[in-house]
């Protein structure tokens, strides 16, 4: 092997290993505020592109919202669409505000934001009025590896009903 390959190989080999300490190195975290602010745009993100399922990474396990869980929101969801195929939505989320949780739960925090749907013709479908989300710091898998924190919701004060929920 030549002085040139050989030079190169540890060229290529110190890279990496910089490289893989790098990616090692603890990073500042984020505050609750701009991790919950990403949270509610990937959802909304994901509602944009009709991926029903992946909205739903948002809203806890554990949400219960009057006669609402995650289950039965799934699957109204998921009935909306399909009666909805061929529309475009445009869906749009407010930028939120956050407050420290009433009990003083480091891990929860109360949530005032506006989330809107509308259809083809910019009429509004669902939602356009203030919300007020209960939301929890929950862990979620990250290239099914490793965990990383990840806000979600576990109650809405004021939800509007949704397709296909009988609004009595």
């Given at each position: ?13 110190l890279?990496?290993?910089?490289a893989g ?6 990073r ?20 944009q ?65 506006a ?36 806000w ?17």
């Amino acid at each position: 092997m030549s002085k040139v390959s050989k030079l190169v190989l540890v060229v290529c080999a110190l890279l990496l290993v910089a490289a893989g300490i790098w990616s090692l190195a603890p990073r500042p975290a984020a505050t609750p505020e701009l991790q919950i602010a990403e949270s509610l745009q990937e959802a909304a993100d994901y509602a944009q592109a009709g991926r029903v399922s992946s909205m739903m990474d948002l809203i806890s396990n554990d949400f219960k919202s009057g006669m609402m869980n995650k289950a039965r929101m799934q699957l109204l969801l998921t009935q909306a669409k399909r009666s909805g195929q061929g529309v475009r939505y445009d869906v749009r989320v407010a930028p939120p505000r956050v407050l420290p949780s009433a009990d003083g739960n480091p891990d929860q925090r109360v949530v005032f934001t506006a989330a809107s749907v509308l259809g083809d013709g910019s009429e509004t479908l669902w939602g356009g009025n203030q919300l007020t989300l209960v939301m929890r710091k929950e862990t979620r898998r990250h290239n099914l590896i490793y965990t990383e924190p990840h806000w979600r919701v576990i109650s809405i004060a004021n939800m509007p009903p949704l397709p296909g929920e009988s609004s009595e």
